[in-house]
């Protein structure tokens, strides 16, 4: 009698299709990491561009006022595609008398979003 003729199985071991599968999870973590940091620069980019608009707002209209602005701070709320923005309007005295310093801070809670400067002289 004849012995019977082992044939070899084809296929992946056990061993080979976890590694298989640690190195596609390491891959798509990699993936879903790169996403989230885009998307949370893509909102950061749209926060400051709302953010710029609200700025150059108050800005430009300490300008239009065709007066020098009183010196101190005030608040003022700006809308932007659906956000509030609390902008910080800070007018300040510099060493030459013709000219103040006007800062415009926007905040979006707490934080700070943007900070814009601008010098305003006599009309």
Excluded: W
């Excluded at 061993?15 to 790169?34: F, K, S, Y």
């Excluded at 003022?76 to 060493?95: I, K, L, M, N, S």
């Excluded at 415009?104 to 009309?123: E, F, I, K, P, W």
């Amino acid at each position: 009698m004849r012995a019977p003729v082992q044939t070899r199985q084809r296929g992946f071991t056990l061993v080979e299709v976890l590694v298989a599968l640690g190195i596609v999870a390491i891959a798509l973590m990699a993936g879903l990491q790169a996403t989230s940091a885009l998307t949370r620069h893509a909102q950061r980019q749209s926060d400051v561009l709302l953010a710029q608009l609200c700025a150059e707002n108050e800005l430009i209209k300490v300008r239009l006022a065709q007066q020098m602005p009183g010196v101190g701070d005030s608040r003022v709320t700006c809308e932007q595609a659906g956000q509030v923005f609390d902008v910080v309007v800070a007018v300040r005295a510099t060493p030459n008398p013709n000219f103040l310093r006007v800062d415009a801070q926007v905040l979006s809670g707490d934080t700070s979003v943007l900070h814009l400067s601008t010098v305003v002289g006599r009309y």
